[in-house]
């Protein structure tokens, strides 16, 4: 059965006649319109909403826990405090979506898409995000601890207190991003891409970067710490104030860099195919090394 909202109101029915229509037919929305709605604390739990139309609709505290919602759109709702906890949501779309205070831990968001989404506080933790798309989204607070987000893109995005612990974002794409005071400690983040980013007040403490790009990143009092930077590329980066103690530096790309002391290079992991700038000189005593100002 396939739900048209414009059927009901045409009929006069009233939001709350239309909440309860919904709740009873839950389980079989599929493919139904129900855009601009505005059911505001309603429980769809478990029901089926795969492709549903859901454009400009106020689902503010919605119940959608362990609903099936594979391919639904969401493009321009309100989403506040809404629930999502275990669903199946795969090529979702929640472009210009708020989403603030929204739980989606535990979803499968595989392909899913959240371009200029408005995202503060919402949790997003284990879920399921490889290759979605969150290009441009404003977020703040947002929790992705353990999430996976491999081949997913942040492409352009503005993110402040961010959570990333523990997740997996292997060929992620933030190029262009805006990270400030955010935490990316023990996140796999091998072959990442971090050009053109501006990036401060930031945790990476033990995370793998291995391969990692942060070709012309600008970079302010951002911690390094006990990383696997190995083969990263800097070039042209700006490292102001940048902590690379116990961080592993092999084969890393430090060229032709802004803001790189000896003091840092001195707590970090180097070998002999680590790439510095001209005015660094490395003395070498067995597997030891001092950086010294070249002469």
Do not use: Y
Not at 36 to 43: C, D, P, Q
Not at 75 to 86: A, K, Q, R, V, W
Not at 135 to 157: C, L, P
Not at 172 to 187: K, N
């Amino acid at each position: 059965m396939e739900v048209n909202i414009s059927a009901w109101k045409d009929q006069g029915l009233s939001d709350s006649e239309i909440k309860k229509k919904l709740v009873l037919s839950k389980h079989n929305l599929v493919n139904s319109n129900l855009s601009e709605i505005s059911i505001k604390g309603a429980n769809l739990s478990q029901g089926n909403l795969m492709r549903a139309n859901m454009r400009k609709a106020d689902l503010t505290e919605v119940d959608f826990r362990g609903a099936d919602m594979m391919g639904a759109l969401f493009e321009g709702s309100n989403l506040t405090g809404t629930l999502f906890t275990g669903n199946h949501m795969t090529q979702a779309v929640f472009n210009e979506a708020r989403l603030d205070r929204a739980n989606l831990s535990g979803t499968n968001l595989a392909n899913s898409v959240f371009k200029w989404a408005k995202i503060t506080g919402t949790v997003f933790t284990k879920a399921v995000m490889t290759q979605a798309v969150l290009t441009g989204t404003e977020m703040d607070r947002v929790n992705f601890i353990k999430a996976d987000i491999t081949h997913g893109s942040f492409r352009e995005a503005v993110m402040k207190g961010a959570q990333f612990s523990f997740a997996k974002c292997v060929r992620t794409d933030f190029r262009e991003t805006e990270i400030e005071g955010s935490d990316f400690s023990q996140a796999d983040l091998g072959q990442a891409d971090f050009r053109v980013s501006t990036i401060s007040q930031t945790k990476f403490n033990g995370a793998n970067l291995s391969q990692s790009n942060f070709t012309s990143a600008e970079m302010d009092a951002v911690d390094f710490s006990e990383a696997n930077l190995e083969e990263a590329d800097f070039t042209d980066a700006d490292l102001k104030g940048v902590i690379f103690k116990g961080a592993q530096l092999g084969r890393a790309n430090l060229e032709s860099i802004s803001n790189l002391s000896c003091e840092q290079i001195n707590l970090a992991k180097i070998d002999k195919h680590t790439k510095l700038p001209p005015h660094l000189e490395v003395i070498w005593e067995g597997k030891k090394f001092e950086c010294k100002l070249r002469q």
